[in-house]
């Protein structure tokens, strides 16, 4: 068994407070990061590429598709790393998922970063579309699953309930330091999420209330990170 921390953080494309961002992810110490709205237009690799270098950290899934990225940190090695679009919709942007295999310290976890979308039909049908395709996934490598993201909804809408019906909702079943991660400077809302296999020991989840971290969120990016800590 080990014990797995994995950050889920939406980072607004890195177009505010670069250090700070790069500051808050060393303080997590991150095993596995899940990014939403990594950057994907000028210079997008190079942006991703700067962050895991002042982070420690190493990009898994280069890719521009749907704005995700994965990255491992120094315990963690990638055994692969694969981009799924979801179904598309007429007039929005389009979504999907970033999907790796990690080991961490001898321990096999598939890991996935989705960011759903503002409208409330596409993102009940995404939230299906990505459930199977994680069940699908586990089955071909055999590896507990966790899905961190942020839904763009709070627990209790349909979207967060399906997913938290298919998954424990990691911050439900071991809450953490703050719940709510929108917005960074005034927060209201738990949007953010993790999302973890049955088999997977929730050991704690939510926003980490350092002080330090407390006085870099507004300034890093509009979200505030969710840390869990899983037993696997």
């Known amino acids: 068994m080990a014990t797995v921390r994995l950050v889920s953080y939406n980072i607004r494309s890195m177009r505010d407070d670069r250090a700070a ?21 000028l210079f997008w690799q190079r942006r991703r590429i700067w962050l895991a270098r002042h982070a420690a950290l190493v990009p898994i899934a280069l890719k521009r598709a749907a704005g995700l990225e994965l990255y ?5 090695t990638a055994a692969s790393g694969r981009h799924r679009l979801l179904s598309p919709v007429p007039g929005l942007h389009r979504r999907g998922l970033a999907l790796g295999l990690f080991d ?11 960011h759903l979308d503002l409208v409330a039909e596409p993102r009940r049908r995404h939230a299906e579309e990505v459930a199977d395709e994680l069940d699908r996934v586990r089955a071909e490598t055999g ?3 966790v899905l961190a993201g942020d839904i763009n909804e709070q627990p209790g809408g349909p979207a967060w309930d399906l997913l938290a019906g298919r998954f424990q909702d990691a911050g439900a079943t071991a809450p953490y330091g703050l719940p709510e991660t929108f917005s960074a400077a005034d927060p209201r809302r738990r949007i953010d999420g993790v999302f973890a296999d049955e088999g ?18 507004p300034v890093a990016t509009d979200h505030r990170p969710v840390l ?5």
């Open 72 to 76: 491992a940190g120094p315990r963690t």
């Open 21 to 41: 961002l790069a500051r808050v992810v060393r303080r997590l110490r991150p095993d596995i990061l899940c990014v939403q709205e990594a950057p994907r237009f």
């Open 200 to 217: 997977i020991e929730v050991l704690r989840c939510g926003v980490p209330d350092d002080p330090d971290l407390l006085a870099d969120y």
């Open 143 to 145: 590896a507990p699953v």
């Open 228 to 232: 869990a800590e899983l037993r696997v």
């Open 104 to 114: 961490v310290r001898g321990v096999r976890l598939l890991a996935a970063s989705v």
